[in-house]
């Protein structure tokens, strides 16, 4: 491999690398333990209720 082609190689690989590391730092992200509605320690009965409240 010519020292060219190493360049270009290199360079995709930091611009690949620069952008995943962007798109992750922009991404929403969620939030860790029981933030979410798949929580486990969430009663069904608890879940309903928030559900029915979004809707209105």
Not at 11 to 16: C, G, N, P, W, Y
């Amino acid at each position: 491999m010519s020292s060219s082609w190493q360049t270009i190689a290199a360079l995709l690989i930091v611009a690949f690398a620069a952008g995943w590391l962007v798109w992750r730092a922009l991404t929403k992200r969620h939030q860790p333990g029981c933030g979410g509605e798949a929580c486990g320690a969430v009663s069904p009965d608890v879940r309903a209720l928030r559900k029915k409240l979004k809707k209105e």
